[in-house]
């Protein structure tokens, strides 16, 4: 498929997709979120990645939702249509997904950035969610996912002020994984993003699915799900690779299966 307004690419194991609209910081319009679900569709479709990655410019990650595409929205069509569903392809990604986020990290941007499993940050990204400097509110999760993210406090400074916050503080406050150099960031993004990529695909995923049930169920049935994922593990032909390889003192060579 030919896209406009992203640019996609592998590397061993990993597919990336990088937001590509340098003339509106990469906001988020509809075109551009249909081709980021579509690619997403063709990873996961592809049993050789392992592990995506979502990235921007080094002036943006993306500075949120096309303010001039949903200016005159209206109630009753965007009720109706319910538009902002549309990033929600992002949330049901299977395979591991990490953001690698350098400067504006904003609005939609910053929600998109939080969608991922984790976000690897440049030292000049900034967060926020400065909806209400618009006259409304984060709609793709940020009050949801900030919240759980950073906690009360953090969630409401940033929401109602619409502040921006700084990567060190970012990293602080419990959003971002971890800080590496600007001019580093693909770099080492990758250098996680292809480890991940060399592990089983099946234990990837059941260690992905069972950290966001964190969010989503009571502890004890967290648990339950963990342990039943844990032995369902063992159907797999990775496991008994990893395990044997690990006493043979050699290094695992793992077939996803
Ligand atoms: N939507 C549409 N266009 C945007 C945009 C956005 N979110 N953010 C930036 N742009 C455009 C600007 O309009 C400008 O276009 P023109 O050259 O045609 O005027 C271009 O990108 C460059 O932007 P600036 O000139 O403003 O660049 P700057 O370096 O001076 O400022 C910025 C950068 C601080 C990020 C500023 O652009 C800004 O504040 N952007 C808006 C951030 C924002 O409010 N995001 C939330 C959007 S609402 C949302 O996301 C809702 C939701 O939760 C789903």
């Given at each position: 498929?030919?896209?406009e307004n992203i640019l996609v690419e592998t590397d061993g194991g990993v597919g990336v997709i990088r937001l590509n609209r340098p003339k509106a910081l990469n906001a988020l319009n509809d075109a551009l979120i249909a081709e980021v679900s579509a690619a997403l569709d063709a990873f996961e479709a592809d049993a050789a990645i392992g592990c995506i990655v979502i990235t921007g410019s080094e002036k943006a990650f993306a500075a949120g939702a096309d303010i001039k595409q949903m200016s005159e929205s209206q109630f009753a069509d965007l009720y109706a249509r319910d538009p902002f569903a549309n990033l929600e392809r992002v949330?049901?990604?299977?395979?591991p997904l990490i953001a690698a986020v350098a400067g504006y990290a904003l609005g939609g941007g910053c929600e998109l950035a939080m969608m991922c499993d984790f976000i690897i940050a440049a030292g000049n990204a900034k967060f926020g969610q400065p909806e209400v400097t618009l006259g409304v509110m984060p709609a793709w999760g940020g009050s949801q996912r900030l919240t759980r993210s950073v906690g009360k406090a953090k969630a409401m400074d940033l929401c109602l002020t619409g502040r921006m916050m700084?990567?060190?503080e970012a990293e602080r406050c419990g959003l971002v994984a971890r800080v590496v150099a600007a001019d580093?960031?693909?770099?080492?993004?990758?250098t996680a993003a292809k480890k991940?990529?060399?592990?089983?695909?099946?234990?990837t995923i059941a260690n992905k699915e069972a950290i966001n049930a964190a969010f989503e169920t009571p502890l004890n049935e967290g648990l339950r799900l963990e342990r039943r994922l844990f032995y369902s593990l063992f159907a797999t032909e990775d496991q008994k690779e990893g395990m044997a390889a690990f006493i043979a003192k050699r290094p695992p060579d793992f077939k996803h299966r």
């Open positions: 498929m030919a896209y949330q049901r990604t299977r395979k700084d990567a060190a580093k960031l693909m770099e080492e993004t990758l991940i990529a060399s592990m089983g695909q099946l234990s």
